[in-house]
């Protein structure tokens, strides 16, 4: 069974908490494909910038309303869909308006393409986590996903604290580059 690469549901309760590393880890999770995703779609970079910035800004204002009934990425995605949509409507004559509708994917297909993408991130990911040596994995998956301290996973290793800081680094480290690269490549497909 397939581990996901997030905890959506404990993240929602402590962003609706109001816990900034909560939204730290979702802005950092999904605000790249979430850029590229509006990027692909608009004139520039900065348009999609502002929008991401714009979606993000709400999420964390009405974080303790917002009601999600699906993943929070098909939220994500859906909501900065129709977020382009208004900015396209806004900035566009009818006829360019409806030129750059057409262009968007219907939500199925959009669906899709987010479970196709969760997928390959969810496969990149267990396949990084598990070439860690068993130490920096042990580490890294009480840190992220049982989500204890430091003190507290040094405590339950018997080791240091320094120690546990750098097996995170290391795995850190060597989890960017790999995560790197599927952005990269996601980007292009």
């Not at 816990?19 to 990027?39: D, H, R, V």
């Not at 989500?147 to 290793?157: D, F």
């Amino acid at each position: 069974m397939e581990a996901p690469a997030i905890n959506e549901s404990l993240l929602l309760q402590r962003l609706k908490a109001g816990e900034e590393g909560a939204f730290n880890e979702i802005y950092n999770f999904y605000a790249p494909s979430l850029t590229s995703f509006a990027a692909a779609r608009l004139t520039s970079l900065d348009e999609a910038n502002d929008i991401i910035h714009d979606l993000f800004v709400h999420l964390w204002q009405d974080r303790e309303h917002i009601t999600i009934n699906v993943s929070l990425g098909a939220f994500l995605f859906t909501a900065i869909r129709y977020r382009i949509i208004d900015h396209i409507r806004k900035n566009s004559t009818k006829k360019r308006y409806a030129e750059a509708i057409a262009k968007l994917p219907i939500h199925d297909q959009e669906e899709t393409e987010n479970k196709i993408f969760e997928k390959e991130l969810r496969e990149r990911l267990d396949t990084a986590i598990n070439q860690l040596s068993p130490r920096t994995r042990e580490v890294f998956k009480l840190s992220r996903f049982e989500h204890l301290s430091v003190k507290e996973i040094a405590e339950q290793m018997n080791v240091s604290e320094q120690t546990v800081k750098n097996q995170l680094t290391t795995a850190l480290a060597q989890l960017r580059t790999v995560l790197g690269k599927v952005m990269f490549i996601l980007w292009w497909l």
